[in-house]
């Protein structure tokens, strides 16, 4: 790609959504010191995708400063370096999984989670959990840093094309068509797990809601995303 198709429109309109879904992680606290990473795919059928660099905080994270990745993980553009986990886990799941977002952090709430027997939230259990019915997955295997495209893809097969994957002893990814859609999902998804924690370590039994009716609310919250383009667009206006 060169410089001119970088700064291209519709790239440029990508690189700043996904600068201001890294910040707006950092302002939510869902981010870990320079790790974990968000990208996004470009709209040509290349398999190219850009990505946050390698040793910026969240919170600094500027359209500038996203780089352009090919299907293989290695960089096309930009001038910063990439953290090599980041390559092997986002190529692999943008190439075998087919999502055009993929949103990896180590968010603390739904990271505790990951740390339990169970792996992940109960998606029966609140009105935020239940926008995740049948969308989640759960990597019951951790095999330690993603260093070799081999664990990436693993990784992504685990996913078994799921929105959502809780990672055990290591994270989530949650993925979309659009960012802002995935920065929703993934900004309620850890208030969800926030309030699961909270409700567990009461003490008190859990009450879980049907199924059927999970169902359902993750229907209804599916089938209209006009709130999750206007928190989006409320973030760009604060951030």
Do not use: K
């Amino acid at each position: 790609m060169s410089s001119d198709d970088f700064d291209n429109p519709t790239v440029t309109a990508l690189r700043t959504d996904l600068a201001l879904a890294l910040r707006a992680a950092a302002h939510h606290g869902l981010g870990e010191g320079v790790c974990n990473h968000f990208s996004v795919e470009v709209p040509d059928g290349s398999g190219r995708f850009l990505l946050n660099p390698r040793g910026l905080l969240w919170s600094e994270v500027q359209a500038d400063d996203v780089v352009l990745i090919d299907a293989h993980g290695e960089r096309l553009a930009g001038r910063h370096a990439v953290e090599p986990t980041a390559m092997f886990i986002h190529a692999a799941i943008h190439r075998l999984c087919g999502h055009r977002v993929v949103l990896h952090s180590h968010m603390p709430y739904a990271t505790a989670l990951a740390l339990t027997t169970d792996g992940a939230l109960d998606t029966c259990l609140s009105q935020n959990a239940m926008r995740y019915h049948g969308r989640v997955a759960v990597d019951h295997r951790y095999n330690g840093l993603a260093l070799d495209a081999a664990e990436g893809e693993r990784i992504a097969d685990a996913m078994q094309g799921a929105d959502v994957a809780f990672l055990a002893n290591h994270g989530v990814v949650v993925c979309g068509a659009r960012i802002d859609h995935a920065y929703d999902d993934l900004y309620y998804l850890e208030r969800a797990c926030m309030a699961q924690v909270l409700a567990q370590s009461s003490g008190r039994p859990l009450r879980s809601a049907d199924p059927a009716l999970a169902a359902r609310v993750c229907a209804q919250t599916l089938g209209e995303r006009l709130q999750s383009e206007l928190f989006f667009e409320a973030l760009r206006r604060q951030l």
